[in-house]
């Protein structure tokens, strides 16, 4: 059973900054991905970061230059840097990782959310 939890979410003014923590906790084979995806009220989820197991890295193009992310020392960890946020980064934020499945595929998981509220 793998298990996300989330913290850093809260309420910050525009311009501002927050850190986003994700830890995974549970059976973690096959490491494939792990990242952050967003959602508004009535809005599809996206993608605002992710890291891949070599490394690499990718950001959706609304928070390139603004967000970071980053693996922890413990490999299952990931944080989110914040910085010059904007009213629009108002959203609730979900952890994700996914897993290599053996018999081939991938396997989603995902945190319980944590809410960014972004004041102007």
């Known amino acids: 059973q793998v298990q996300l939890v989330e913290s850093g979410g809260g309420l910050v003014q525009a311009g501002g900054s927050l850190r986003l923590f994700c830890g995974a906790s549970g059976s973690i084979l096959r490491f494939r991905a792990m990242g952050w995806y967003r959602q508004e009220p009535g809005k599809q989820r996206e993608l605002v970061a992710r890291i891949s197991g070599d490394g690499s890295t990718n950001y959706a193009d609304f928070v390139k230059g603004r967000f970071t992310i980053s693996r922890g020392s413990a490999h299952n960890t990931v944080y989110l840097q914040m910085n010059s946020l904007k009213p629009e980064d108002t959203a609730v934020y979900y952890c994700?990782?996914?897993?290599?499945?053996?018999?081939?595929?991938?396997?989603?998981?995902w945190g319980q959310g944590t809410q960014v509220t972004v004041s102007s």
């Open positions: 994700n990782l996914v897993l290599s499945h053996p018999a081939g595929g991938t396997n989603d998981y």
